[in-house]
Every structure is written in C-alpha cells, then in structure tokens.
C-alpha cells in the first residue's frame, strides 16, 4: 500500500528557513506532479507550490521568491525549501502527488497526513 509521509516541519523564527520532504512509501512505480498546499483553521486549503512530471512549477503569488518546490523521481521524494519565513506561512502543510503503483493501470492521487510548520514573530 503506497503513501505519503511529510518530514521537517516544526517551529522556526521569521526569517529563518525550513526544508519540507514527501517521502512516496510502499511499492511505487514513479511518482508524477505533485504539489504542496497548506491550511489554516477556519480557512480553505491552498495551494503553495507544484511542479509537473516535467519539472515545470508554479508558485502562489504569496510565496513567490521564498519557497522552491523540487522531486528526486528516483528517490520518490518531494520537496520543499522555504525560506525568508513569515508567521503567516504557518500552517498545515499536506503534500499532493500522483504515484504510478503496480497495482494500476495509471497514476493515482494521493495526499500525505500533513505537518505543521510555525514561525514566530
């Protein structure tokens, strides 16, 4: 059973800088776009950073310039750098990939449990 697990998230001071990672575990064929998104109680989730099979990528305006979103196709991993941290980027952090399993016949959607991040002003 294929799933994701987010790592590296935690308390962090503005203007300090963390590394999230989202490890794709159990049998994975390859893993395909895949993205970051966050919440915050009471409000929607939104999207942070994605990056395409490609490796093309995409960024909130919010985050623009901070954050960079990467893959490591080979190691199954997704991550995301951020830096210059403000305390509205506290969160919920959920990464979204798309992973290719033996089991079937295309890739599907999976989401990790979510890691919180807080920065301190």
């Known amino acids: 059973q294929a799933q994701l697990v987010e790592s590296g998230g935690g308390l962090v001071q503005a203007g300090g800088s963390l590394t999230l990672t989202c490890a794709a575990s159990?049998?994975?064929?390859?893993?395909?776009?895949a993205a970051w998104y966050r919440q915050v109680p009471g409000k929607q989730r939104e999207l942070v950073a994605a990056?395409?099979?490609?490796?093309?990528?995409n960024y909130a305006d919010s985050v623009k310039g901070r954050f960079t979103i990467s893959r490591d196709n080979a190691m199954h991993l997704v991550y995301l750098k951020m830096n210059n941290l403000k305390a509205e980027d506290t969160a919920v952090y959920y990464c979204n990939v798309a992973l290719w399993t033996p089991d079937a016949p295309d890739y599907r959607d999976y989401w990790g449990q979510g890691i919180q991040v807080t920065v301190s002003s």
């Open positions: 159990g049998i994975v064929n390859r893993i395909g776009a």
């Open positions: 990056i395409t099979r490609g490796d093309s990528t």
